[in-house]
């Protein structure tokens, strides 16, 4: 046989194309209002307490009572992804990677969407008829926060997470809301470490750091690495407690997929996704930010 029989050979790749470790899609759409908007801006009117008043008399006055009211601004930004995939790369590689490409651009969009909530929950939310007045959440919102003077005392602990109850019971925050805990992986490892073997509790934490339940203090569950550090001491991964309509993800375009040959790039073909969205804090009663030593 020839010796130069090896140029005819091809060589063999994997028929598939594995995906490496990433977050593949949005750990907190479910865990937030959303709603369709238009326009660049969205308002969302909300309507404040008001106290009853004690009849004194017979046939007195009806007393008019002014409800107040507020609204929230959110801004819409856009987000894109796009890669091309070569013709002749596909020949060399006897794969076809759109369908990889098109995996990664989906989860790339499902980050992105929660770094968006995350912002929100502590950032600046713009209230006011326009949307000009800017709203901090409060210090006492942020009972564990460095930036607020405070000090972080370790890692996730549950005396943690009872005060995070406590503020939003005091606020008199529905009960019947769903809550939840959005931390990281070594925040659950803390409440394991913590909890001693003979506490109560220590099999619920065990089965929530499997996996098993997601739910613990009232609160479910939301295990996160986008999660950001205080800005006053990097060593404190700031979590929340927060509820189901604590923030407003707004979405003017929901996520779009486009996979098309692209002419102007020798007839490649292009993986391009793309969406328009934006995050308000509705409420600052609703939301807890609990700084952990990381």
């Known amino acids: 046989m020839s010796n130069q029989i090896t140029t005819a050979f091809v060589q063999q790749y994997s028929s598939n194309v594995q995906m490496l470790s990433q977050q593949m899609g949005s750990y907190l759409r479910g865990a937030v209002d959303v709603e369709s908007v238009v326009g660049k801006n969205a308002f969302f009117d909300q309507v404040g307490k008001t106290t009853a008043q004690l009849r004194t008399s017979r046939h007195a006055d009806t007393p008019q009572l002014?409800?107040?009211?507020?609204?929230?601004?959110?801004?819409?930004?856009?987000?894109?992804?796009?890669?091309?995939?070569?013709?002749?790369?596909?020949?060399?590689?006897?794969?076809?990677?759109?369908?990889?490409?098109?995996?990664?651009?989906?989860?790339?969009?499902?980050?992105?969407?929660?770094?968006?909530?995350?912002?929100?929950?502590?950032?600046?939310?713009?209230?006011?008829?326009?949307?000009?007045?800017?709203?901090?959440?409060?210090?006492?919102?942020?009972?564990?926060?460095?930036?607020?003077?405070?000090?972080?005392?370790?890692?996730?602990?549950?005396?943690?997470?009872?005060?995070?109850?406590?503020?939003?019971?005091?606020?008199?925050?529905?009960?019947?809301?769903?809550?939840?805990?959005?931390?990281?992986?070594?925040?659950?490892?803390?409440?394991?470490?913590?909890?001693?073997?003979?506490?109560?509790?220590?099999?619920?934490?065990?089965?929530?750091?499997?996996?098993?339940?997601?739910?613990?203090l009232g609160f479910k569950f939301i295990v996160s690495n986008r999660l950001k550090f205080d800005a006053t001491n990097t060593d404190d991964r700031l979590c929340y407690a927060f509820t189901q309509d604590a923030i407003k993800l707004a979405i003017g375009q929901d996520v779009l997929a486009r996979i098309d040959e692209r002419a102007d790039k020798s007839y490649s073909t292009q993986v391009y996704y793309a969406m328009s969205i934006g995050a308000t804090r509705m409420e600052e009663e609703k939301v807890v930010e609990i700084a952990c030593d990381e």
């Open 66 to 216: 002014d409800t107040p009211h507020s609204r929230r601004r959110v801004s819409l930004a856009d987000y894109e992804w796009a890669d091309l995939i070569d013709n002749a790369d596909k020949v060399r590689l006897l794969i076809d990677p759109t369908s990889s490409y098109a995996k990664a651009a989906a989860a790339a969009m499902g980050r992105a969407m929660d770094d968006v909530v995350i912002t929100a929950l502590g950032g600046t939310a713009f209230s006011g008829e326009t949307g000009s007045t800017s709203v901090s959440l409060p210090s006492g919102q942020r009972p564990y926060t460095a930036s607020q003077g405070n000090d972080a005392a370790g890692g996730l602990s549950i005396t943690k997470l009872l005060e995070a109850k406590k503020i939003l019971d005091l606020a008199d925050v529905d009960p019947s809301i769903q809550r939840y805990f959005l931390c990281g992986p070594n925040q659950i490892s803390n409440l394991l470490g913590t909890t001693q073997i003979t506490s109560s509790d220590f099999n619920t934490v065990k089965a929530l750091a499997q996996g098993q339940v997601d739910s613990f």
